[in-house]
């Protein structure tokens, strides 16, 4: 196990930061969601506490456990006060080394999670991630749905769960960062009596291959028969976690589509009132995540409103930032920064997320450095190479009767899907 240990003694807390260098990549085609269904059972049942003995336990020392999964790992956060952080370990060490998967938790949970998906279903803006991730990426692992589907999850069971646990949980495969009230040398002390007796062997590290830029425009169109707006995505795969040019990719995105009165906003929202907000972003991971530009708006301003955003696009290849723009952006970032780290569970996120992407300090100590040193030459080159203005893929949903005919001219070929139909 990697061990990342922090001293932060102005508040009586000690927060834990568990991350299982397996994300949702490795869920089998068919059983996408066993990532994160295998986290999510941790503590649903242990060989020495049910489910709701776990619950009453963290309840009653007010504790706080949240475990979530991602494409790149998947994470288990801890938060306890310190005077109950004996009683806090003994049910972090239980809930990691000792889950049995019941049966009848697992097959709960699993229904949960079709209802919670097929309840999605009812507002487009829950879907849209999926379905865009899933139209850009294909078949590589990161076009699977994270939470998996109707007919993957339906297809799962416990079994697989516990193989899955087997397979990845060992503590050659975990970065733990703690962060908060306590001294070091007890802090290892503590650790090394709770997970000491942790068997490591060697997990399957499948290789993830990077994904393929999209050529030539498309677009997928999924029909919601009822729906009176269009919820719309723009993008191709974008950047990644290491990149080099991610400070730089990041100011000239907070100009453009990164905060309220950035340049899609302000077209979008503020000066036509097509919209009630337009983003862009870049997901940055192992390899190359999506980048992707959203909005919604009426069915019967869908066209004028992705024109204009392919307007505000063209504009930012065109006429690039200005010296002032690029100034706001600068102090904007370094102004927003210092509030991502200021309690110690962010700190404890940010610092194994660092090991992850095995990245260190310099994150911080070189970011306003670099930020500072940023020159218009260098937003040019970065929008010319990371904000495509051709190839592009459009995920619309929306009523197909009423827009099908007028998206046409974005893409040679529209695929259609029902959003009644399994899957994404």
């Not at 087997?166 to 306590?182: E, H, M, R, S, T």
């Not at 650790?191 to 030539?216: C, D, M, T, Y």
């Not at 498309?218 to 028969?225: D, F, H, Q, S, T």
Request: glycine share 6%.
């Amino acid at each position: 196990m990697t061990l990342l240990l922090m001293e932060q003694q102005e508040v009586p807390i000690v927060s834990f930061q568990f991350l299982l260098r397996t994300g949702t990549v490795v869920d089998p085609p068919g059983k996408e969601g066993l990532s994160a269904l295998t986290i999510g059972m941790l503590r649903k049942g242990t060989k020495t506490r049910s489910a709701d003995q776990i619950s009453s336990q963290l309840d009653f020392i007010g504790g706080l456990v949240n475990e979530s999964a991602s494409y790149d790992y998947c994470s288990l956060s801890a938060e306890f006060l310190k005077k109950d952080l004996t009683e806090g370990m003994d049910l972090l060490a239980d809930i990691l080394l000792n889950p049995v998967f019941p049966k009848e938790e697992f097959e709960k949970l699993s229904r949960q999670r079709i209802d919670e998906i097929k309840a999605a279903k009812d507002a487009a803006s829950n879907v849209l991630d999926y379905y865009y991730a899933s139209y850009v990426f294909g078949k590589h692992p990161y076009g699977r749905s994270v939470d998996g589907d109707e007919k993957s999850l339906a297809s799962l069971v416990s079994e697989d769960a516990l193989g899955h646990y087997q397979n990845f949980y060992k503590p050659g495969n975990v970065i733990l960062a703690v962060v908060g009230d306590f001294k070091i040398a007890e802090m290892e002390s503590l650790l090394r009596r709770h997970f000491e007796a942790w068997v490591n062997q060697p997990v399957p590290s499948p290789e993830l291959p990077e994904p393929a830029q999209i050529q030539g425009n498309k677009l997928l169109l999924v029909n919601k028969p009822d729906s009176t707006q269009t919820f719309y995505r723009i993008g191709n795969i974008g950047s990644w976690r290491t990149n080099p040019d991610r400070v730089f990719i990041r100011v000239v995105n907070t100009l453009f589509g990164g905060r309220y009165t950035s340049m899609l906003n302000s077209e979008l929202r503020i000066n036509s009132g097509l919209t009630y907000g337009c983003d862009s972003w870049f997901e940055n991971r192992k390899v190359r995540g999506p980048f992707s530009i959203e909005s919604f708006t009426s069915n019967e301003t869908t066209v004028k409103a992705m024109d204009l955003t392919l307007d505000v696009l063209r504009r930012l290849h065109e006429k690039g930032i200005t010296q002032e723009a690029l100034s706001s952006a600068r102090n904007y970032i370094k102004g927003q920064f210092p509030l991502t780290m200021e309690t110690t569970n962010q700190l404890a996120y940010v610092i194994a997320e660092w090991e992850l992407y095995e990245m260190d300090s310099s994150e911080i100590t070189n970011l306003y450095q670099l930020i500072n040193a940023m020159t218009l030459a260098d937003a040019n080159r970065v929008i010319r190479e990371y904000f495509p203005l051709d190839n592009l893929v459009f995920v619309l949903i929306g009523k197909a009767s009423d827009i099908e005919d007028a998206v046409k001219k974005y893409s040679p070929k529209i695929d259609r899907k029902e959003i009644t139909d399994p899957g994404f």
